[in-house]
């Protein structure tokens, strides 16, 4: 019986450990725990509602704009503002870029190196990787000698003994099963997403101003202008049609790259769709309206809950069931800690009561995290492209019906194989299809707009306080890539008075709760095989398909060379 530590857990956004319980060379128990404190909530207190999307959206830098679009829409719902459909459309634009975006810099950046072993890309032959490339894809980068040169370039690398951020991988592990030329195609691609993903984010340059951190959101809409005959204006006509070239570049990327690398690797790992399940109840806030923000039934992602892994019932979403335990989280409640509050009545007392360091394990048995342990209607829940996917799926939305059982087939898979560690991974990257398909529709339906002489972006009817109660209420839901996302506001004499914020990660990466329910990661490391204690490959795996964020735009570098791993019997 051995405890094993994965601390920090890397190629991640923010500090997260895990500790497992392995027996027989599996994980019998795990606990997740996040190790930093955020405090936003505090810190936006007292402050103009109007203006909490600028300091929400500071939480991260990876996840960027989805704070302030969910913060802008709290606002927006407690003081009962409609926004222009120009507005939507910007920002549906804006999040649909984020997306595309994030889950490629996912899957090649952050969780590639799970499943391709860079040495294995030494072994292979350029000829044959560039043979297998030009089978599977129309792509035209996939000559010899480009693969030749990508495979010097790694050898140079190697060579050096200077691996950079390759330095501590796994490489040679037993789990790694791809054959050496899949390892070159991969690595390859890797390189080409590094350049893709600089050029595909100027979309956020013209609607936001810039990348991280967009400045372009009010509440009420936003503040880039649309003027047609202004060539300095935001937007107009040059810059949709810049905006339109950017968007089909990067459905030809993810058409003839992303996609059919996916595929590739997934074939080679078939049993990582048995492994990894998660608790088998999916939330989705839904995603695109394609109307006014309270029309639910027109969202391009519906909205919905599943239960139990069954997709023959989709239920309604009511946001009145979310709530949040502490009880194994380094907070107090003042009605007691094994109560669970929802956002809206929410607290945030922060009260560190672990180890200090250095520490051999954490008190799991008491509390042992910064996360919360979110709950919706009392249940764990998971949320993620999963969870849109299998929610869109269950509730027939053709287009992801299509994707999903099309490339079920290919993997000739039944439905069943998506709760699993790969099918997170399948359905990040179906999800990244379907988005790309519809960002060029999306662009022309302003150009339209524009071209009919509709140029509102912004609703200012009730922009002057003034004109607000004294006291509002009001919730802003979003999809972030990540997941459901949540902010919550309480505004009183036309300030804060309390705000509260559910993260993606929370709900998958929080702890047991009061009743001792494991957390989505908890669940979804059970009965994971471990081949080497030392080196543990498969959790990471299972952790990174999740693609955790623990909401900090600050990475901590350990230049004396922190034990990521540890076994003790």
């Not at 709950?375 to 869109?392: I, Q």
Request: negative net charge; aromatic residues 10%; contains cysteine.
């Amino acid at each position: 019986m051995a405890r094993m530590v994965v601390d920090p857990i890397t190629r991640i956004e923010g500090h997260l450990r895990v500790e497992a319980q392995v027996d027989g060379g599996k994980i019998s128990d795990a606990w997740s725990s996040g190790t930093m404190f955020r405090g936003i909530e505090l810190i936006v207190r007292g402050r103009d509602p109007r203006e909490a999307w600028l300091w929400t959206q500071r939480i991260c830098a990876v996840c960027t704009m989805v704070h302030a679009l969910a913060s802008v829409r709290a606002v927006e719902n407690a003081l009962d503002i409609e926004v222009p459909d120009n507005a939507r459309l910007v920002r549906n634009i804006i999040s649909a870029t984020q997306y595309v975006h994030d889950h490629i810099i996912h899957f090649y950046h952050l969780h590639a190196l799970d499943w391709v072993d860079i040495t294995g890309a030494l072994k292979a032959d350029p000829a044959k990787t560039s043979q297998l490339a030009q089978s599977i894809s129309e792509w035209p980068v996939s000559s010899t000698a480009y693969f030749q040169g990508v495979q010097n370039r790694v050898k140079t690398l190697v060579e050096s003994r200077q691996l950079s951020l390759f330095t501590s991988g796994y490489w040679g592990h037993p789990a790694y099963h791809l054959p050496p030329e899949v390892d070159l195609l991969a690595v390859a691609h890797y390189l080409q997403a590094l350049e893709f993903q600089r050029e595909f984010i100027r979309i956020h340059a013209v609607l936001g101003g810039k990348n991280p951190h967009l400045q372009s959101y009010l509440v009420g809409g936003m503040s880039t202008s649309l003027d047609p005959n202004e060539p300095d204006a935001p937007i107009n006509p040059e810059r949709i049609d810049f905006l339109v070239e950017v968007a089909s570049k990067a459905k030809t990327f993810v058409d003839q790259v992303l996609i059919p690398d996916v595929l590739a690797v997934a074939g080679f790992y078939p049993e990582w769709f048995h492994l990894g399940a998660g608790p088998g109840n999916y939330l989705s806030y839904g995603a695109f309206p394609q109307g006014r923000i309270q029309d639910i039934g027109r969202y391009f992602l519906p909205r919905g809950v599943l239960l139990n892994n069954d997709l023959s019932k989709v239920y309604p979403v009511d946001p009145s069931k979310v709530a949040e335990y502490v009880a194994h989280s380094w907070y107090t409640y003042d009605q007691g800690n094994n109560v669970a509050l929802p956002p809206a009545e929410g607290e945030t007392h922060p009260k560190y009561t672990g180890p200090k360091p250095p520490y051999e394990f954490l008190n799991v048995e008491e509390k042992y995290s910064w996360l919360k342990a979110p709950r919706y209607d009392d249940r764990v829940m998971e949320v993620g492209p999963l969870s849109r996917m299998l929610v869109s799926y269950a509730s027939g939305q053709p287009e992801v019906k299509a994707l999903v059982d099309g490339a079920l087939a290919k993997l000739k898979a039944p439905p069943a194989a998506l709760f699993s560690t790969l099918g997170r991974v399948a359905a990040r990257a179906l999800e990244t299809q379907l988005l790309a398909n519809h960002l060029v529709g999306w662009i022309e339906q302003l150009r339209r707009n524009m071209d009919s002489g509709d140029l509102r972006i912004h609703n200012g009817e009730k922009w002057d306080p003034e004109t607000w109660p004294r006291s509002a209420r009001g919730y802003g839901l979003f999809e972030a890539p990540r997941g459901s996302l949540g902010h919550w506001v309480e505004i009183e004499d036309t300030l804060i008075k309390n705000y509260q914020i559910v993260v993606p990660t929370t709900w998958n990466a929080g702890p047991r709760d009061a009743k001792g329910r494991r957390g989505a990661y908890e669940v979804a490391l059970l009965q994971t095989p471990i081949a080497d204690p030392e080196r543990p490959l498969e959790v990471l795996r299972t952790i990174h398909s999740f693609d955790p964020c623990l909401a900090c735009a600050v990475h901590v570098l350990d230049a004396g060379g922190r034990t990521r791993a540890r076994r003790e019997i």
